[in-house]
């Protein structure tokens, strides 16, 4: 596994083993639970404080090591700033930050969640101990060798003292679902491209069957003869094969039309023959983030049991430069009938989508679709990598996205769409062209997946800053961030459950 945290619940008082983590606030006070445990030390607590400026701001810590009589290897103080004022967000970045705190190597851990002046939530401390797991993630299954006194990883178990520990045990099985799927889609962003492939892409797929999601998995042939010959295009200067993997968990009424999510993936993108430069080319095995996302998703939806009929469907192909690749001026007829010119061989994301998308509509005919790819370079020059691009043809459904952004910390900004940017991709020889020029490049893609979706309710996330190569946070430091898990996971669960 990719991380190996297990956490658990306990109730204030009960012994805590290893490295022990309490909470003290701006006015460097304790909760109650706290004040009892760490009286023995109290005036060694205030000295350190002292000598280390300590104020308690969010984030801020001391450490003191085996501090006596206590019995524990470490004791750290982790500050929460004014501990009233704070948010869900706050919640999950604590958790991270307590993480943090604590060594490689660690096997058992304690954090004291006893924050002075109020009484924490169940919910508040299944988010805290989210934001725990998510920072202990780590890829390293391909290193045989560590560096001069870096220890050896070892197995976490994390106990939350609570005042409730059932009610927050129960609060976290969810959690833990949707933990288990961000880590599914951080692995599949990280696992280099000779091993993650289309194929290999639609065999880790089909492991959710194990959760209870149908999954069905089409390869060449099976494209051929549907007609998506956009997506083929882009996969047919590759030796592997291209695969469209379809994913349903089925948790509410068979009469209750599912909502859709549709990711890009593109496990290798040398970008055709309009091949890139070789500087950071090696980053393109996350061009498969979009998918990644969904089928971290989907994971996250059957495990927590959520009540929706949910669909998720992937486009899994390898964009390269060989002798049967596709070339600039061919034109292509993608699965709608719609003809292509192919401009740029490496505008191919938006090619896979169309099929996949028109594909979802057609066949499954959902309440909304929500499509994710690492799609343009243009969407980190508009927002770097705080936000990922949000294009929605739907205002309810783009706030909702919105409002689920602002609640996870997966931001996202609304960007436009209108006609003056779709006449950008006309063509002089087909239906349209794959690209539109330097110029607004994030909207004209996103022009162009929308001639695949009619008037179904659709958005379009653009996470070329977001899911991959994106900055350290307190809840990540790992390449592949698994973005858009989380985000997806409350969307549904606050519109499209029940």
């Not at 604590?94 to 490689?104: D, E, M, N, T, Y």
């Not at 001069?148 to 990883?153: A, H, K, N, R, S």
């Not at 520990?165 to 288990?180: E, H, L, S």
């Not at 049991?305 to 600039?328: S, Y």
Request: glycine share 12%; hydrophobic share 45%; net charge neutral.
């Amino acid at each position: 596994m990719a991380e190996t945290v297990t956490i658990k619940f306990a109730k204030h008082g009960a012994a805590p083993k290893g490295v022990l983590i309490a909470l003290a606030d701006d006015t460097l006070a304790f909760g109650r639970a706290a004040q009892k445990l760490l009286k023995p030390v109290s005036s060694a607590i205030a000295r350190a404080m002292e000598a280390d400026r300590f104020k308690g701001k969010l984030g801020a810590a001391v450490d003191m090591l085996a501090p006596e009589p206590l019995d524990v290897s470490r004791l750290v103080i982790l500050g929460v700033g004014k501990s009233a004022d704070l948010k869900e967000s706050d919640h999950l970045r604590l958790g991270g930050l307590a993480a943090g705190r604590i060594p490689a190597g660690t096997r058992e851990a304690t954090l004291l969640l006893d924050p002075p002046g109020r009484a924490l939530p169940a919910e508040a401390a299944a988010e805290i101990a989210l934001g725990a797991r998510l920072r202990a993630y780590r890829f390293d299954r391909y290193k045989t060798r560590r560096k001069e006194g870096e220890t050896e990883p070892a197995p976490l178990v994390l106990t939350l003292q609570v005042a409730d520990p059932a009610a927050a045990g129960r609060a976290w099985v969810a959690r833990d679902a949707v933990a288990d799927g961000v880590t599914l889609a951080r692995d599949l962003v990280n696992e280099p491209p000779n091993v993650l492939d289309p194929p290999e892409f639609a065999r880790r797929a089909e492991a959710l069957r194990a959760v209870g999601v149908e999954v069905e998995v089409f390869g060449d042939a099976d494209l051929d003869r549907l007609g998506m010959r956009a997506l083929l295009g882009v996969g047919q200067g590759s030796i592997k094969e291209s695969r469209v993997v379809v994913m349903c968990w089925n948790g509410a009424a068979a009469d209750s039309a599912p909502v859709a999510f549709i990711g890009k993936g593109v496990t290798f993108d040398t970008g055709g023959i309009s091949i890139k430069p070789a500087a950071g080319m090696e980053d393109m095995k996350g061009d498969m983030g979009g998918a990644a996302c969904v089928t971290g998703l989907m994971h996250a939806l059957a495990a927590r049991k959520a009540k929706v009929n949910a669909v998720g469907v992937i486009g899994c192909v390898e964009n390269m430069p060989d002798g049967a690749a596709q070339r600039p001026g061919d034109i292509v007829t993608s699965l709608s009938g719609q003809t292509i010119e192919i401009i740029n061989t490496d505008a191919e994301g938006r090619l896979v989508l169309a099929d996949v998308l028109w594909y979802v509509k057609e066949r499954f005919k959902p309440r909304a679709m929500v499509d994710l790819a690492t799609l343009t370079g243009a969407i980190l020059v508009a927002l770097g990598q705080e936000y990922a691009g949000l294009f929605s043809n739907d205002d309810e459904l783009a706030g909702r996205l919105s409002a689920a952004g602002a609640a996870t910390g997966e931001r996202v900004w609304r960007m436009p769409l209108g006609p003056e940017y779709d006449k950008m991709i006309d063509s002089r020889f087909a239906d349209m062209k794959n690209t539109g020029g330097r110029h607004g490049g994030s909207i004209t893609a996103a022009q162009f997946l929308q001639r695949f979706v009619d008037k179904t309710p659709w958005a379009h996330l653009d996470v070329a800053g977001t899911a991959m190569s994106s900055p350290g946070t307190d809840i990540n430091k790992s390449w592949g961030s698994g973005w858009g898990v989380r985000l997806l996971d409350r969307l549904v669960a606050d519109h499209y459950e029940g």
